[in-house]
């Protein structure tokens, strides 16, 4: 016998995560997407942004997916489980939500910075790696 309520709920889960991770490519206009396929000397921020958003989008969603999944996978088995955890289990999905779009508003106001740090990175690699070859 399965259990229905836990079936149910793992779907909520599944539909969050899928919302999540495909939330940045489906929020994309045109413009924002002309704007990141140019090319840029150093790099392009926008395309960074939009990178880092996809990412953080992958990082909270996937884990969504896979908990919706392993519920329905549990209610399939009917494994009794109290009607109170289910409810705790659905209430959980608002302080997730929050931290998650905590976390991508973290994101979106460091971005610059982030940007500007990974850009001298690789720019002072770079120059560590054409003055060995002069000295070769």
């Known amino acids: 016998m399965t259990n229905v309520d836990l079936v149910v709920l793992g779907l909520g889960y599944d539909i969050v995560g899928v919302f999540i991770i495909a939330r940045t490519f489906a929020a994309a206009s045109l413009w924002d997407l002309r704007i990141q ?3 840029y000397y150093g790099g392009s921020q926008a395309t960074f942004l939009a990178l880092w958003l996809q990412r953080t989008d992958a990082k909270w969603g996937f884990p969504f997916l896979l ?3 392993a519920f329905q996978i549990v209610g399939m088995y009917g494994v009794p489980v109290p009607s109170d955890w289910i409810a705790v289990l659905w209430m959980a ?4 939500w ?3 779009d905590e976390h991508k508003n973290y ?3 460091n971005y610059e910075t982030r940007f500007k740090l990974l850009t001298e990175k690789r720019d ?3 120059e560590r790696k054409k003055n060995q070859n002069i000295g070769t």
């Open 67 to 69: 908990l919706g999944f």
């Open 98 to 100: 929050g931290a998650y």
């Open 37 to 39: 396929s140019g090319t």
């Open 124 to 126: 002072e690699q770079s």
């Open 107 to 109: 994101v979106l106001r």
């Open 93 to 96: 999905l608002l302080p997730l």
